[in-house]
């Protein structure tokens, strides 16, 4: 008797996803796992938690980047961005997210991944 193939995970579908740090190194204090936690709202209050704009977001536990946290990655355009407060999490989501304008000053390195945007 074969086994059966094992049962792959499904993702709904998204346009961007944000990576962010919620080591213990990035902010001691725990401002990165604050700033993950309210991207639920901030997200759905932006319309970017369902449809074709969706946003998926997920913490990784370390980018090696301590000096500069809280840090949020988003893919697929490889644009890191350092320091984010809540306030500056609600520009990246504005511009960023939903306009397509990298917020440059808050940026720190950019990938390969960037696509050329109006």
């Avoid at 639920?40 to 449809?51: F, I, Q, R």
């Avoid at 370390?62 to 999490?89: E, I, R, S």
């Amino acid at each position: 008797m074969t086994a059966a193939p094992p049962v792959k995970p499904r993702i709904g579908s998204y346009r961007h996803h944000l990576l962010v740090c919620t080591g213990p190194r990035c902010t001691p204090q725990g401002e990165s796992q604050a700033l993950f936690d309210s991207l639920g709202d901030k997200l759905k209050a932006a319309g970017l938690h369902e449809g074709e704009g969706r946003v998926k977001r997920s913490r990784v536990s370390c980018f090696a980047a301590c000096k500069g946290g809280p840090v949020l990655c988003v893919q697929p355009d490889g644009t890191w961005y350092c320091h984010v407060t809540p306030a500056n999490m609600d520009r990246i989501i504005d511009q960023h997210l939903r306009q397509g304008q990298v917020v440059q000053e808050l940026v720190f390195h950019q990938g390969p991944g960037m696509r050329d945007e109006p």
